[in-house]
């Protein structure tokens, strides 16, 4: 790597015009400028990362506005504990965190979170914009400029230095095509839709039943979960879904609490007659899947968009690296072979 | 960040004296040292990589030993990228990768390269030990001073930093799960080895077996591919398995070679007819997958082992972390549905 007085003796002017031309101070000639810009790219120089950050004293302090880890069935444990671990790698680095979770049922609770990160003083926000609206607000209020990096999903419309997301469509498309081949000649398959409704979802089971639409060996039911005492009601559903459709051979749960289902299938001893697909690994469906109740578990990485949400964060605050803007994480397929090597 | 002078100042004692602690240099009262570790240990004191690496000026090399990108359907290329993204990532940060090559068939010719490597005083090594038992005789020859960790496969018992790799009994095991999925009625499954052989591959193939242990619906028979013959061999031996062989209903083939068996069975209209399930998404096993040739491909992030396997020697060489021993990574199943996504 070329040193800062390699280039001033190409570019034929002083160590302190490179100086200039490099930190944009005013002052130096237009001519003199191409010179040294020209030497730097021949060179190749890029600056030296340590001793930038050599000179900064004060940390630099991401802030993680996330749903509290037990919400959605543990949801969002598994990013939280990623984050954490990117915390501790990254410790040395200058890099400190700091956590503001909201109730991702309460539109209301969250004005108070939004004031708390309003008065911190941050360096850049890693946000999972569960409550669409209430982030949006949030987004209005920031300091301009602040990076700001999605995870779990996006809102689209606003400026954000980049998003780490899945695609839902074609998670369900996946699924669709795992239940064809667990279920070879055809039947029922009913699908559950959670309420309130939810985008990621909606997009799923909408990548689940086009795929089966031209295919008459098939039939697609949804139903629809409310989830305010999902343990009960998802019980109560799956009862009255076998009782009034006896031909169901599969059951595609596209998200929430899909545990409860594979249980009570389990415990009345359908699983010989019923296969079934869920979605993400939280630690009841872990559990349901190593017992046999699932047959599949589409995993879209979740844990992973948040720790490489960090450290885009890192690249850019810290690094000065670009970034990519959009960033689309695998959909893993997870079976009972190989949910251990899964977070 | 507590720093030197806060440490100094709760010990009642210089700077400078505090400087030799943490570096192990020079003469300090016994008593005062372990005052001065009570102390670091007390308010969590993290040198500052930043400064100490300025002040290196010091550029770390890694060697990386590894096959030829061109040899196995080219599948070395996958790690590759990986390594090439962190040394890109890293090259700031005074880190420069040196990649010795060998032929993967020839134990001559990696003794060759793994004595040039060695030669050339690196920092690190990065290992991929194709080749068992030379690879063993090598890293018992490195110094203790020079770090190495193994990406691919690991050879146990070595005193190595870090492996960054695969689980390849239990990928075996998941590939069964997914073919007995696919061929339900049970059946003949033809097992693909290569020659030379792999005693990573022959784990996946034991992985295999034992998964079917027991079930005489399926009947497990494995071919040679000899990898050093030339491209038609596959299809020599996709004739032979046919003729020889009825009621063959899956393809079994735990590495990278996929693709010149998937051309077989395209070109013979037998896709849907015989299932295939293979091992890394490398371009040309993309193709089969994406017409339906092949049905699943079990992968294990190639990229991520030689990024990490990079990662691992720079955290361990440069900021003077101890890395993870054992990186497991998970097991991917991948569809022509989720593909483009790995």
Redesign the interface.
């Given at each position: 790597m070329p040193s800062i007085v390699e280039i001033a003796k190409k570019a034929r002017t002083s160590i302190f015009t490179v100086h200039r031309v490099i930190h944009k101070i005013p002052g130096v000639k237009k001519a003199t400028e191409e010179r040294v810009k020209k030497a730097i790219k021949e060179l190749g120089y890029t600056p030296n990362i340590f001793a930038r950050n050599l000179k900064r004293g004060k940390p630099y302090i991401f802030g993680v506005v996330m749903p509290f880890p037990w919400q959605d069935t543990k949801f969002w444990e598994s990013p939280e504990q990623a984050i954490q671990k990117a915390q501790k790698e990254l410790e040395n680095h200058k890099v400190k965190i700091r956590f503001f979770f909201y109730d991702r049922t309460s539109e209301d609770a969250f004005a108070e979170i939004k004031s708390q990160i309003l008065n911190e003083r941050l360096d850049g926000l890693l946000i999972a914009p569960v409550l669409i609206e209430q982030v949006r607000k949030l987004l209005a209020e920031l300091p301009r400029g602040l990076p700001v990096v999605f995870f779990d999903s996006k809102i689209p419309d606003v400026h954000y230095l980049s998003s780490h997301c899945q695609d839902s469509y074609r998670g369900g498309l996946l699924s669709a095509n795992l239940m064809k081949l667990l279920l070879p000649r055809g039947g029922a398959i009913a699908v559950i839709n959670i309420i309130p409704r939810y985008a990621h979802i909606e997009k799923r089971i909408e990548g689940f039943s086009s795929f089966f639409r031209n295919d008459p060996a098939y039939t697609v039911k949804i139903f629809y979960l409310h989830s305010k005492n999902q343990d009960v009601e998802s019980s109560q559903l799956t009862e009255s879904i076998l009782h009034q459709h006896s031909d169901v051979k599969g059951f595609f749960i596209a998200g929430g609490p899909c545990a409860r289902f594979a249980e009570y299938l389990s415990a009345n001893k359908l699983l010989d007659t019923i296969r079934i697909i869920g979605y993400d690994l939280t630690p009841e469906n872990k559990l349901f899947l190593r017992k046999g109740a699932f047959d599949f578990i589409i995993g879209q990485s979740v844990d992973r968009q948040a720790y490489e949400g960090i450290y885009t964060l890192y690249k850019h605050c810290v690094l000065k690296e670009p970034v990519k803007k959009e960033i689309v994480v695998p959909i893993d397929i997870i079976i009972r072979e190989n949910v251990d090597y899964y977070l | 960040?507590s720093s030197i002078k806060e440490i100094a100042r709760r010990a009642k004692i210089s700077i400078g004296t505090v400087d030799r602690v943490l570096h192990n240099r020079g003469r300090v009262a016994k008593e005062t040292e372990e005052r001065i570790k009570e102390i670091i240990k007390e308010i969590n004191y993290?040198?500052?990589?930043?400064?100490r690496?300025?002040k290196l000026r010091k550029t770390f090399a890694f060697g990386v030993l590894m096959p030829k990108t061109d040899q196995d359907n080219k599948y070395w290329e996958l790690p590759l990228n990986g390594i090439n993204k962190a040394q890109a990532?890293l090259?700031?940060?005074k880190v420069k990768v040196n990649f010795y090559y060998h032929d993967r068939a020839s134990e001559s010719a990696f003794a060759d390269m793994a004595g040039k490597a060695l030669s050339e005083n690196p920092d690190g090594l990065l290992i991929a030990p194709t080749l068992f038992e030379q690879v063993e005789k090598f890293v018992r020859e490195i110094p203790p001073f020079i770090p190495f960790a193994f990406f691919d496969s690991k050879i146990p018992g070595t005193n190595y930093l870090s492996f960054i790799g695969q689980?390849a009994f239990?990928?075996g095991?998941?590939s069964a799960?997914?073919m007995k999925?696919?061929v339900?009625e049970g059946g003949t499954i033809a097992i693909i080895n290569i020659l030379p052989q792999y005693y990573h591959i022959d784990e996946r193939i034991r992985g295999f077996l034992a998964f079917f242990e027991g079930d005489a619906r399926y009947d497990l028979k494995t071919f040679f591919l000899d990898i050093r013959k030339d491209d038609d061999e596959s299809d020599r031996l996709c004739r032979s398995i046919f003729t020889e062989t009825r009621d063959v209903r899956g393809f079994f083939i735990p590495c990278g070679h996929v693709s010149r068996f998937a051309r077989y069975i395209h070109a013979n209209t037998l896709q849907g007819k015989i299932r295939v399930v293979g091992y890394d998404l490398i371009k040309q096993n993309r193709e089969y997958l994406k017409n339906g040739t092949i049905d699943f491909i079990i992968s294990q992030s190639p990229e991520m082992q030689g990024y990490q396997g990079i990662y691992s020697l720079y955290r361990y060489c440069v900021?003077k972390?101890t890395p993870q021993k054992e990186t497991?990574?998970?097991?991917?199943?991948?569809?022509k549905?989720?593909m483009d996504?790995?």
């Open positions: - | 960040m993290k040198p500052n990589i930043f400064a690496n300025l990532e090259e700031n940060q689980d239990q990928s095991f998941v799960r997914l999925l696919l339900p900021l972390e497991v990574l998970p097991i991917d199943i991948i569809t549905e989720n996504y790995f």
